[in-house]
């Protein structure tokens, strides 16, 4: 075997390998970069629920049994989703110890926060009025 044959081989399984790891790295980014995006778009889901129900927590309001499940529902999935923002826990921490509309509007707050919608977020007068039509 000639020196430039043994060069060529070496070359080849070096190209092979950096090839294989390139392609390795480069899957692992985008799955992680998936992950990441899927990981938002829940929460901002959640934050789109609590938000839309939150009317169910209005003490005029007469809420039915659907309007409570969501509600429940809603509250109920923050530990899991959340889970990477202990700022969101803690304040659900707290909402769960002592239910006040301050610590409601706190867990809406983080929440807004955490997944990135704080440039949309609104005030903290209008997160605690909310819209409702008497039924008739």
Known sequence: MTTDQIIMIIASVLGGGIGGLAAIAAYTHGYLNTE???RRKQKIDLV??????????DPAYAAS???VRDINRAMARIPYVFSDNPSVIAALD??????????????????LSAAGLKQYAVSRSHLARVLTIPRR
């Open 36 to 38: 990441r995006v899927e």
């Open 65 to 67: 049994d659907v309007d």
């Open 94 to 111: 707290r909402l769960i110890s002592d239910k006040t509309t301050d610590n409601l509007m706190a867990v809406l707050e983080q929440a």
């Open 48 to 57: 789109q629920e609590l938000m839309a129900s939150r009317y169910a927590l």
